[in-house]
């Protein structure tokens, strides 16, 4: 044993060490300091500690030290690391930047860390910069040139901005059986069924499916969605064509709200979702018939998320879709009784974005009136 740094533990001391390795989230050198101080506490010597605890001789040495020279908490503590300096000063540190934010080079879809290590090499007077300054750097800035997201840019422009208050006005309405408003959407889905059994769970097992499946088509799911009513129904068909779309305004109008006088429709600007398509399927007499008790309401182009039906198709896909079906039969019967029970549940979209809200988060992104005008007396 070093004579010169015995340590020698209060019983304090040793409550504390003991208390810090029984339980909670320590850093691993702290604890491992802990052991040591507690075996040389019992007079183990620097080997055996060494060996026992999982450290080179140079560590038990230190620790004892500063355990004689300062006190229980200088043991433990983390000693200030001076470590190497900065390769990049700051200037070469905004250059990374500034090339991992612009186009990769020709012939490359992004940049990687090599490529932009190679590209400090030749724009500075450094011989070689490695993978991992690279990588320190950018991960300092948050950057990560390797990946991209896509999402859709809408043009808020006065038709994005009328269209998308139509929509909102219409949610914000108090309830009437003569003139409901419905949501409409469709969504396809791909049949796809089983190769080989799937084993079924068990204790301590999950359940496990083949890799491999057999492709059975697609099916179509038009989704109707009352605003201001827990109702909602789902419609499968093999295709979603004009015919389709006009076929669904028709059983609308005939029977889902017979006795309504105007159903106010909520749609996207799918080409089919006209009243050209009730033109292309009926006679004309039956097409305005039809016609004359509904009313189109557009949402924005890029605007899906103000038609409230995709929430509803989406917590349909969760509930009820996340899975295997193999033949369309299977799929109407699962959708049937899906949508019983969560019209039974008298479930609602809880809807909390109104036009008042859009002006006071989007008010920057409306366009500006040309000319402000005195409202007429």
């Not at 090499?121 to 950018?138: D, F, G």
């Not at 791909?190 to 359940?207: C, F, H, M, S, Y």
């Not at 008010?363 to 005195?374: E, F, H, K, S």
């Amino acid at each position: 044993m070093n004579v010169r740094y015995r340590v020698e533990l209060t019983q304090s001391e040793r409550d504390q060490l003991t208390a810090l390795l029984s339980g909670g989230k320590h850093a691993v050198r702290k604890l491992k300091r802990a052991q040591v101080l507690l075996a040389a506490d019992g007079g183990a010597s620097d080997q055996e500690i060494a060996r026992s605890v999982g450290v080179g001789k140079s560590t038990v040495y230190r620790t004892k030290r500063r355990f004689v020279l300062g006190n229980l908490e200088a043991a433990l503590r983390e000693e200030p690391r001076t470590g190497a300096d900065r390769k990049l000063t700051g200037k070469e540190e905004a250059l990374l930047v500034a090339t991992a934010c612009s186009r990769p080079p020709a012939g490359r879809a992004r940049w990687t860390l090599e490529l932009l290590a190679g590209e400090l090499v030749r724009l500075t007077e450094h011989a070689s910069v490695s993978r991992e300054t690279v990588r320190r750097r950018l991960a300092e800035n948050h950057l990560k040139p390797w990946r991209k997201d896509m999402w859709c840019i809408p043009q808020v422009d006065a038709e994005y901005v009328a269209r998308m208050e139509d929509v909102l006005d219409l949610y914000a309405e108090e309830p009437d059986p003569k003139r409901p408003v419905v949501c409409f959407d469709e969504s396809p889905i791909q049949l796809i069924g089983e190769v080989r059994q799937p084993i079924a769970a068990a204790p301590g097992r999950i359940e496990r499916y083949d890799c491999e499946y057999r492709r059975n088509g697609t099916a179509n799911l038009f989704v109707f969605l009352d605003v201001h009513r827990p109702w909602r129904k789902v419609k499968i068909t093999e295709s979603r064509a004009a015919v389709d779309f006009a076929a669904c305004m028709r059983d609308l109008v005939d029977l889902h709200f017979p006795k309504a006088e105007r159903i106010r429709v909520v749609l996207d600007n799918l080409s089919t979702h006209s009243a050209a398509a009730l033109y292309q399927t009926f006679p004309a007499e039956e097409a305005r018939r039809v016609l004359r008790r509904l009313e189109f309401h557009y949402v924005p182009k890029h605007a899906s998320w103000l038609n409230m039906v995709e929430i509803e198709i989406g917590v349909l896909a969760r509930q009820c879709l996340d899975r295997r079906i193999e033949s369309i039969e299977q799929l109407t019967d699962e959708i049937a009784v899906w949508e019983c029970q969560r019209n039974a549940a008298g479930a609602r979209i809880k809807w909390m974005f109104t036009t008042e809200k859009a002006r006071a988060k989007m008010g920057r992104a409306y366009p500006a009136p040309r000319a402000n005008l005195a409202p007429a007396q």
